[in-house]
């Protein structure tokens, strides 16, 4: 008679692998969540942005501006703020407290200029109308050159961490082909070799630039 071997697993050799497996996923699954909420909190930085810029073609069409002044952006901030597919328009000041990735901390004013989106995402837009700017590649100095927009993705919820969930960007009032800039572009600031130094020491504008030149990896700052 020709005897067939079973080959399988003993119940204690079963228990032992299933320990393994549950030691591993409490091991790694806080990890993957942290990375899978990263990915979607940049994704969702994305969507907000493209929807502001949406938002700012439409008012350059409508008004068939040149430059920002003579639009809602600069005239009448909240009318702008309510094209954005908004839940409500701040009336009061709001402070908040941001840590930064060298651990300080800093302070950003959400005042009448700021609200809250359907999605839960804070934005806060400061029309600079009073500053001129000298700049380069551009022939003459410029007024009022500036929009100062700031986006906490995730609204009331922490971790209130600078280039994390606070991102800052600049929207340009003029155009300037040296620069391949032009009226209502939006993007953040290049400090040129200490970008990223001063992302770590709390600048928005810095931050912002980093994760849009590494293609919005969500590891951008180890790069």
Request: hydrophobic fraction near 35%; proline fraction near 3%; glycine fraction near 8%.
């Amino acid at each position: 008679m020709i005897k067939i071997k079973k080959n399988g697993f003993t119940l204690s050799e079963m228990l032992i692998t299933l320990s393994v497996v549950g030691l591993l996923g409490v091991l790694i699954l806080p990890g993957l969540i942290k990375d899978t909420t990263s990915k979607a909190s940049i994704t969702l930085l994305q969507s907000t942005v493209s929807n502001i810029n949406d938002a700012v073609q439409n008012e350059i069409i409508r008004t068939r501006a040149t430059n920002l002044v003579n639009t809602y952006i600069f005239s009448d901030t909240e009318k702008f703020l309510k094209s954005l597919d908004t839940a409500e328009i701040f009336t009061t000041q709001k402070q908040k407290e941001y840590k930064t990735f060298n651990g300080s901390t800093k302070n950003i004013n959400f005042g009448k200029n700021s609200a809250i989106l359907k999605n839960g995402v804070y934005i806060s837009i400061w029309p600079d109308k009073s500053t001129t700017y000298t700049i380069t590649g551009v022939p003459n100095p410029i007024k009022n050159a500036m929009v100062s927009i700031y986006i906490d993705i995730n609204g009331d919820k922490e971790p209130n961490i600078v280039g994390v969930d606070l991102f800052k960007l600049e929207m340009y009032n003029y155009n300037s082909l040296e620069l391949g800039r032009h009226v209502g572009d939006i993007g953040g600031t290049s400090y040129s070799e200490n970008t990223k130094t001063l992302c770590e020491q709390g600048y928005p504008d810095a931050c912002y630039y980093l994760l849009e030149a590494s293609g919005f990896d969500h590891n951008y700052m180890k790069k």
